[in-house]
């Protein structure tokens, strides 16, 4: 864990040790300091969201969908119960359409079609949500890519800190289909926060524990440990 100012400089140093013995990493970068790290690694990959890279965090195929996308969002969009219940809704609309990637304008429809099924004092939630749905348009272009390792994945080039972090959840909570013997997040409280739904929470813990079950090592950085949930406090201290 690395914590403070140098605290990414640290934990590149480590990634490149943990690279020169053999380790496929996986690098979750919010940050962009870890381009370097090519210059002495040339089979570092790199994937730049938006670019070359962009996940759908709203396809049925991620997991926990939609209950666990729609608690994510809340997390990072701070968007109400009750506009998370609409987003549920909406997701599940734009499945039973045959939207395998559903785009920002597909949620936005099936919240106009809600709303005319809803009481009208229940227009301003929609509203809410809606102006909320709109800040995630950079996940409407969706650029598949087959990820090889050692990989870094760029998230700090995305519209806003808010658009990156919900990336990064969604990469962290997908990695199953990887082949990674390390993980890297920076900064991990972007990812691992005390403030977010219960079930996230808990959701994360467990591909922390899937991780582990699999003998793939997790690298965190941050700048400090005060903000991060209990049950990744209790295993540092």
Known sequence: TGIGPERSKAVM???LRCSEAGEKLLIIDMTGDYLSLVGYLPSL???????NFQTNPFSPSRRGFPELIAAAVQ???KTTRNERVYLERALIMSFSKGKDSPKSSDLLEGLLQIEAEAHPR???ILDSLRNAI????????LIPQEMHLPAVIDLSKLPSVRVSRLAAMDIFLNLGSLDATGVVVDPADRIFAQDVPEELSDALEASVDELA???VFLIISTST????PRWIRDTLT
């Open 13 to 15: 140093e480590l990634a």
């Open 45 to 51: 990959r790199v994937y730049r969201a938006g670019r």
């Open 75 to 77: 997390a990072v969009l």
């Open 122 to 124: 229940q227009g301003q």
């Open 134 to 141: 709109w800040e995630l348009q950079a996940f409407d272009r």
């Open 213 to 215: 079950r699999k003998g």
């Open 225 to 228: 440990i005060s903000n991060m």
